[in-house]
Protein backbone atom coordinates (compact mmCIF):
# COMPACT_ATOMS: atom_id res chain seq x y z
CA UNK A 1 0.00 0.00 0.00
CA UNK A 2 1.23 3.49 -1.00
CA UNK A 3 2.60 5.73 2.42
CA UNK A 4 0.94 8.80 1.29
CA UNK A 5 -1.47 8.99 -2.08
CA UNK A 6 -2.17 12.48 -1.13
CA UNK A 7 0.85 14.99 -0.02
CA UNK A 8 -0.44 18.02 1.80
CA UNK A 9 0.94 21.18 2.65
CA UNK A 10 0.27 24.15 4.37
CA UNK A 11 0.86 27.81 2.68
CA UNK A 12 -0.14 30.91 4.11
CA UNK A 13 -4.26 31.09 3.33
CA UNK A 14 -4.02 28.19 0.74
CA UNK A 15 -3.52 24.61 0.74
CA UNK A 16 -1.48 22.14 -1.77
CA UNK A 17 -2.65 18.57 -2.18
CA UNK A 18 -0.62 16.71 -4.39
CA UNK A 19 -1.88 13.31 -5.83
CA UNK A 20 1.09 10.97 -4.98
CA UNK A 21 1.30 7.60 -6.81
CA UNK A 22 3.66 8.40 -9.57
CA UNK A 23 4.88 5.14 -10.72
CA UNK A 24 1.28 4.30 -11.41
CA UNK A 25 0.91 8.25 -13.42
CA UNK A 26 -1.25 9.40 -9.84
CA UNK A 27 -4.08 6.71 -10.39
CA UNK A 28 -6.67 6.14 -7.96
CA UNK A 29 -6.90 3.57 -5.65
CA UNK A 30 -9.56 3.49 -2.74
CA UNK A 31 -6.59 4.77 0.00
CA UNK A 32 -6.10 7.76 -2.38
CA UNK A 33 -9.57 8.65 -2.53
CA UNK A 34 -10.07 8.12 1.05
CA UNK A 35 -6.84 10.34 1.57
CA UNK A 36 -8.10 12.85 -0.74
CA UNK A 37 -11.73 12.81 0.87
CA UNK A 38 -9.64 13.53 4.37
CA UNK A 39 -7.99 16.30 3.00
CA UNK A 40 -10.51 18.08 1.39
CA UNK A 41 -13.00 18.13 4.49
CA UNK A 42 -9.90 19.47 6.34
CA UNK A 43 -9.57 22.35 4.15
CA UNK A 44 -12.91 22.95 4.05
CA UNK A 45 -13.32 22.77 7.56
CA UNK A 46 -10.03 25.14 8.01
CA UNK A 47 -11.28 28.55 8.36
CA UNK A 48 -8.30 30.16 6.97
CA UNK A 49 -8.27 28.59 4.06
CA UNK A 50 -8.86 30.59 1.15
CA UNK A 51 -7.90 28.33 -1.72
CA UNK A 52 -6.58 25.01 -3.15
CA UNK A 53 -3.84 24.09 -5.64
CA UNK A 54 -4.40 20.34 -6.69
CA UNK A 55 -1.61 19.03 -9.02
CA UNK A 56 0.19 15.46 -9.45
CA UNK A 57 3.80 14.18 -8.45
CA UNK A 58 5.81 13.24 -11.04
CA UNK A 59 5.54 13.10 -14.91
CA UNK A 60 1.89 12.58 -15.10
CA UNK A 61 -1.37 14.60 -13.34
CA UNK A 62 -3.63 11.64 -13.05
CA UNK A 63 -4.63 8.50 -14.93
CA UNK A 64 -7.63 7.60 -13.71
CA UNK A 65 -8.86 4.43 -12.36
CA UNK A 66 -5.78 2.21 -11.68
CA UNK A 67 -7.11 -0.57 -13.56
CA UNK A 68 -5.03 -3.18 -11.49
CA UNK A 69 -7.67 -3.06 -9.46
CA UNK A 70 -10.41 -3.39 -11.72
CA UNK A 71 -8.70 -7.03 -13.20
CA UNK A 72 -9.62 -9.90 -10.69
CA UNK A 73 -7.51 -12.91 -10.63
CA UNK A 74 -10.03 -15.37 -12.39
CA UNK A 75 -9.78 -12.70 -15.39
CA UNK A 76 -12.99 -11.09 -14.71
CA UNK A 77 -13.63 -7.73 -14.73
CA UNK A 78 -16.07 -6.21 -11.84
CA UNK A 79 -19.26 -4.50 -12.57
CA UNK A 80 -18.96 -1.03 -11.81
CA UNK A 81 -21.35 1.59 -10.57
CA UNK A 82 -20.40 1.69 -6.64
CA UNK A 83 -16.69 3.40 -6.89
CA UNK A 84 -18.36 5.96 -9.03
CA UNK A 85 -21.40 6.25 -6.24
CA UNK A 86 -18.71 6.09 -3.21
CA UNK A 87 -15.90 7.99 -4.56
CA UNK A 88 -16.02 10.09 -8.30
CA UNK A 89 -19.47 11.42 -8.22
CA UNK A 90 -18.89 12.65 -3.97
CA UNK A 91 -15.40 14.08 -5.30
CA UNK A 92 -16.73 15.98 -8.28
CA UNK A 93 -19.33 17.42 -6.15
CA UNK A 94 -17.47 18.12 -3.24
CA UNK A 95 -15.29 19.87 -5.82
CA UNK A 96 -17.36 21.84 -7.54
CA UNK A 97 -19.23 22.85 -4.10
CA UNK A 98 -15.83 24.08 -2.04
CA UNK A 99 -16.48 27.82 -1.07
CA UNK A 100 -12.98 28.90 -2.43
CA UNK A 101 -11.07 28.70 -5.49
CA UNK A 102 -9.70 25.32 -6.31
CA UNK A 103 -6.44 25.73 -8.77
CA UNK A 104 -5.33 22.76 -10.50
CA UNK A 105 -2.23 22.17 -11.93
CA UNK A 106 -1.84 19.47 -14.59
CA UNK A 107 1.47 18.69 -14.67
CA UNK A 108 1.08 15.95 -17.32
CA UNK A 109 -1.16 13.05 -19.03
CA UNK A 110 -4.73 13.66 -17.59
CA UNK A 111 -6.46 10.63 -18.62
CA UNK A 112 -10.10 8.74 -17.70
CA UNK A 113 -11.64 10.32 -14.60
CA UNK A 114 -8.40 12.23 -13.92
CA UNK A 115 -8.87 14.33 -16.79
CA UNK A 116 -12.51 14.93 -15.52
CA UNK A 117 -11.57 15.40 -12.07
CA UNK A 118 -9.13 18.21 -13.27
CA UNK A 119 -12.20 19.66 -15.04
CA UNK A 120 -13.94 20.06 -12.28
CA UNK A 121 -12.04 22.87 -10.70
CA UNK A 122 -12.31 26.29 -10.94
CA UNK A 123 -9.52 27.51 -12.58
CA UNK A 124 -7.13 25.03 -15.14
CA UNK A 125 -3.88 25.52 -15.90
CA UNK A 126 -1.60 22.98 -17.98
CA UNK A 127 1.80 22.69 -18.48
CA UNK A 128 2.94 22.47 -22.13
CA UNK A 129 3.93 18.92 -22.24
CA UNK A 130 0.31 17.83 -20.73
CA UNK A 131 -2.47 16.07 -22.23
CA UNK A 132 -5.73 15.88 -21.66
CA UNK A 133 -7.55 12.31 -22.46
CA UNK A 134 -11.21 10.81 -22.26
CA UNK A 135 -9.79 7.69 -22.19
CA UNK A 136 -12.76 5.69 -21.45
CA UNK A 137 -13.54 4.96 -24.81
CA UNK A 138 -10.34 2.75 -25.32
CA UNK A 139 -11.66 0.28 -22.56
CA UNK A 140 -15.16 0.09 -23.52
CA UNK A 141 -16.35 2.64 -20.88
CA UNK A 142 -18.07 5.61 -20.59
CA UNK A 143 -16.61 9.19 -19.58
CA UNK A 144 -17.84 9.52 -15.63
CA UNK A 145 -16.76 12.02 -13.38
CA UNK A 146 -19.18 14.51 -15.17
CA UNK A 147 -17.01 14.61 -18.28
CA UNK A 148 -20.44 14.20 -20.32
CA UNK A 149 -21.88 17.68 -18.33
CA UNK A 150 -18.65 19.32 -18.89
CA UNK A 151 -17.30 18.83 -22.05
CA UNK A 152 -19.93 19.89 -23.97
CA UNK A 153 -19.93 22.83 -22.20
CA UNK A 154 -16.58 23.66 -22.50
CA UNK A 155 -15.77 23.13 -26.13
CA UNK A 156 -19.20 22.44 -27.88
CA UNK A 157 -20.65 19.30 -28.61
CA UNK A 158 -19.23 18.35 -31.94
CA UNK A 159 -15.69 18.35 -30.13
CA UNK A 160 -17.22 16.72 -27.33
CA UNK A 161 -18.22 13.80 -29.09
CA UNK A 162 -15.15 13.20 -30.85
CA UNK A 163 -13.06 13.94 -27.88
CA UNK A 164 -14.98 11.25 -26.15
CA UNK A 165 -15.41 8.82 -29.38
CA UNK A 166 -11.63 8.49 -30.63
CA UNK A 167 -10.09 8.95 -26.49
CA UNK A 168 -7.01 10.53 -28.28
CA UNK A 169 -4.96 13.05 -26.38
CA UNK A 170 -5.30 16.67 -26.53
CA UNK A 171 -2.12 18.86 -26.62
CA UNK A 172 -2.56 20.93 -23.85
CA UNK A 173 -2.30 24.11 -26.06
CA UNK A 174 -5.31 23.10 -27.91
CA UNK A 175 -7.21 22.18 -24.67
CA UNK A 176 -6.46 25.90 -24.18
CA UNK A 177 -7.18 27.54 -27.46
CA UNK A 178 -10.72 25.42 -27.29
CA UNK A 179 -11.35 27.00 -24.53
CA UNK A 180 -11.31 23.74 -22.42
CA UNK A 181 -8.83 24.79 -19.75
CA UNK A 182 -7.59 28.44 -18.69
CA UNK A 183 -3.92 28.59 -19.63
CA UNK A 184 -0.94 27.15 -20.74
CA UNK A 185 2.87 27.83 -18.84
CA UNK A 186 5.86 26.43 -19.77
CA UNK A 187 6.47 22.98 -17.86
CA UNK A 188 8.99 25.03 -15.72
CA UNK A 189 6.74 27.99 -14.55
CA UNK A 190 3.88 26.11 -14.48
CA UNK A 191 3.99 25.48 -10.48
CA UNK A 192 5.12 28.99 -9.95
CA UNK A 193 1.95 30.13 -11.74
CA UNK A 194 -0.31 28.09 -9.66
CA UNK A 195 1.12 29.58 -6.42
CA UNK A 196 0.63 32.80 -7.98
CA UNK A 197 -3.30 32.32 -8.50
CA UNK A 198 -3.66 30.52 -5.03
CA UNK A 199 -1.41 33.37 -3.05
CA UNK A 200 -4.28 36.00 -5.14
CA UNK A 201 -7.38 34.17 -3.73
CA UNK A 202 -5.70 33.86 -0.46
CA UNK A 203 -6.44 37.38 -0.03
CA UNK A 204 -9.64 37.62 -2.01
CA UNK A 205 -13.48 38.40 -0.84
CA UNK A 206 -13.10 34.88 -0.43
CA UNK A 207 -17.50 34.19 0.50
CA UNK A 208 -18.13 37.23 -2.63
CA UNK A 209 -16.01 34.03 -4.75
CA UNK A 210 -17.95 31.33 -3.38
CA UNK A 211 -21.32 32.93 -4.64
CA UNK A 212 -19.46 33.72 -7.96
CA UNK A 213 -18.91 29.84 -8.15
CA UNK A 214 -22.70 28.95 -7.20
CA UNK A 215 -23.70 31.14 -9.79
CA UNK A 216 -21.84 30.26 -12.75
CA UNK A 217 -22.97 26.57 -11.87
CA UNK A 218 -26.07 27.50 -11.26
CA UNK A 219 -26.64 29.52 -14.23
CA UNK A 220 -26.65 26.23 -16.59
CA UNK A 221 -30.21 25.60 -15.28
CA UNK A 222 -32.04 28.52 -15.07
CA UNK A 223 -33.32 30.76 -17.73
CA UNK A 224 -32.18 34.51 -17.90
CA UNK A 225 -35.32 35.91 -15.71
CA UNK A 226 -34.35 32.96 -13.00
CA UNK A 227 -30.77 33.70 -13.37
CA UNK A 228 -31.76 37.14 -12.65
CA UNK A 229 -33.27 36.59 -9.30
CA UNK A 230 -30.39 34.48 -8.28
CA UNK A 231 -28.22 37.62 -8.91
CA UNK A 232 -30.37 39.81 -6.78
CA UNK A 233 -29.88 37.04 -4.15
CA UNK A 234 -26.51 36.63 -4.23
CA UNK A 235 -25.65 40.23 -4.67
CA UNK A 236 -27.57 40.86 -1.07
CA UNK A 237 -25.89 37.92 0.28
CA UNK A 238 -22.09 39.21 -1.20
CA UNK A 239 -22.95 43.08 -0.10
CA UNK A 240 -23.68 41.11 3.92
CA UNK A 241 -20.52 40.47 4.77
CA UNK A 242 -17.70 42.90 5.75
CA UNK A 243 -15.59 42.46 2.73
CA UNK A 244 -17.59 44.63 0.17
CA UNK A 245 -17.55 47.47 3.13
CA UNK A 246 -14.07 47.08 2.65
CA UNK A 247 -13.71 46.83 -0.76
CA UNK A 248 -15.51 50.27 -1.18
CA UNK A 249 -14.02 51.96 1.37
CA UNK A 250 -10.33 51.05 -0.14
CA UNK A 251 -11.19 51.93 -3.07
CA UNK A 252 -12.42 55.38 -1.95
CA UNK A 253 -9.87 55.96 -0.06
CA UNK A 254 -7.28 54.65 -3.24
CA UNK A 255 -5.32 51.74 -1.19
CA UNK A 256 -5.21 47.85 -1.82
CA UNK A 257 -8.12 46.13 0.31
CA UNK A 258 -8.18 44.09 2.64
CA UNK A 259 -9.92 40.99 2.60
CA UNK A 260 -10.76 39.33 6.05
CA UNK A 261 -11.97 36.48 3.62
CA UNK A 262 -14.71 35.30 6.50
CA UNK A 263 -16.59 32.48 4.62
O1 LIG B 1 -15.04 2.13 -10.80
C1 LIG B 1 -14.54 2.33 -11.92
O2 LIG B 1 -13.53 1.74 -12.31
C2 LIG B 1 -15.16 3.35 -12.81
C3 LIG B 1 -14.33 4.53 -12.88
C4 LIG B 1 -13.55 4.75 -13.97
C5 LIG B 1 -12.71 5.95 -14.04
C6 LIG B 1 -11.60 5.86 -15.03
O3 LIG B 1 -10.72 6.68 -14.90
S1 LIG B 1 -11.62 4.68 -16.26
C7 LIG B 1 -10.15 5.07 -17.19
C8 LIG B 1 -8.91 4.47 -16.53
N1 LIG B 1 -7.69 5.02 -17.11
C9 LIG B 1 -7.20 4.66 -18.27
O4 LIG B 1 -7.77 3.89 -19.01
C10 LIG B 1 -5.87 5.26 -18.65
C11 LIG B 1 -4.83 4.16 -18.72
N2 LIG B 1 -3.52 4.72 -18.99
C12 LIG B 1 -3.11 5.08 -20.21
O5 LIG B 1 -3.84 4.99 -21.18
C13 LIG B 1 -1.71 5.57 -20.34
O6 LIG B 1 -0.98 5.16 -19.22
C14 LIG B 1 -1.61 7.11 -20.46
C15 LIG B 1 -2.16 7.54 -21.83
C16 LIG B 1 -2.38 7.81 -19.34
C17 LIG B 1 -0.13 7.53 -20.37
O7 LIG B 1 0.61 6.79 -21.28
P1 LIG B 1 2.21 6.77 -21.15
O8 LIG B 1 2.73 6.01 -22.34
O9 LIG B 1 2.72 8.15 -20.95
O10 LIG B 1 2.53 5.98 -19.80
P2 LIG B 1 2.42 4.41 -19.52
O11 LIG B 1 3.72 3.75 -19.83
O12 LIG B 1 1.21 3.84 -20.18
O13 LIG B 1 2.16 4.40 -17.93
C18 LIG B 1 3.22 4.50 -16.99
C19 LIG B 1 2.95 3.49 -15.92
O14 LIG B 1 1.73 3.80 -15.28
C20 LIG B 1 2.79 2.09 -16.51
O15 LIG B 1 3.27 1.18 -15.55
P3 LIG B 1 4.64 0.36 -15.81
O16 LIG B 1 4.48 -0.35 -17.11
O17 LIG B 1 5.69 1.43 -15.85
O18 LIG B 1 4.76 -0.54 -14.62
C21 LIG B 1 1.29 1.96 -16.61
O19 LIG B 1 0.84 0.63 -16.57
C22 LIG B 1 0.85 2.70 -15.36
N3 LIG B 1 -0.53 3.20 -15.50
C23 LIG B 1 -0.94 4.22 -16.27
N4 LIG B 1 -2.25 4.38 -16.14
C24 LIG B 1 -2.67 3.43 -15.28
C25 LIG B 1 -1.57 2.67 -14.88
N5 LIG B 1 -1.68 1.65 -14.05
C26 LIG B 1 -2.93 1.36 -13.58
N6 LIG B 1 -4.03 2.06 -13.93
C27 LIG B 1 -3.95 3.09 -14.76
N7 LIG B 1 -5.05 3.80 -15.07
Same mark, same amino acid.
Given at each position: ???N?I???????????????????????????V??R?????????????????????????????????????G????????????????????? @???????? $? =?N?? !??? +??C?? &? /???????????A????????????????????????????????????A??????????????W???????L??? @???????? $? =???? !??? +????? &? /???????????????E?????????????????????E??????????
Open positions: MDEPLVEQRDGYRVLTLNRPQRLNAFTEPMHALEALAAAEADAGCRALLITGAGRGFCAGQDLNDRLSQADTPVLGSALETYYNPLVRRLR @ALPFPVVV $A =VGV !AAG +AGNI &A /LACDIVIAARSSFIQSFARIGLVPDSGGTWTLPRLVGPARARALALLEPLPAETAEAWGLIKVYDDATMEE @AHKLCARF $A =VAPT !AGL +ALIKR &A /LDQSWDNDLDAQLDLREFQREASLNPDYAEGVRAFMKRPPRFGGRR
